[in-house]
Nanobody, 121 residues
């Protein structure tokens, strides 16, 4: 089995920063793309940022220039550095990873349990 465990959420004032971490553990042969999604109350889940195994990144327009995604392949961990945060960044943030468990199984998409991020004064 594979687990994604997130950490780093919390309450931050507008203009502040937070860093989210997500570590994959369990039976892992290879990790492909990793990313962060978020879901605000009453809204659909949306992609915030993604990163390939080779380090290529993509971002939602709403976070470009403020958020940075990175990964440490040796630690099976993906990070999201969030700067200049705004109240509209308030949401539950979910880690996502495409993982192959063995050399003969197909890759599968896994999700973390989510971590609350609240931006408020």
């Amino acid at each position: 089995q594979v687990q994604l465990v997130e950490s780093g959420g919390g309450l931050v004032q507008p203009g502040g920063s937070l860093r989210l971490s997500c570590t994959a553990s369990g039976s892992i042969f290879n990790i492909y793309a990793m990313g962060w999604y978020r879901q605000a109350p009453g809204k659909q889940r949306e992609l915030v940022a993604g990163i390939t195994s080779g380090g290529s990144t993509n971002y939602a327009d709403s976070v470009k220039g403020r958020f940075t995604i990175s990964r440490d392949n040796a630690k099976n961990t993906v990070y999201l550095q969030m700067n200049s945060m705004k109240p509209e960044d308030t949401a539950v943030y979910y880690c996502n990873a495409v993982i192959r468990q063995t050399s003969t199984t197909l890759p599968y998409q896994y999700w973390g349990q989510g971590t609350q991020v609240t931006v408020s004064s």
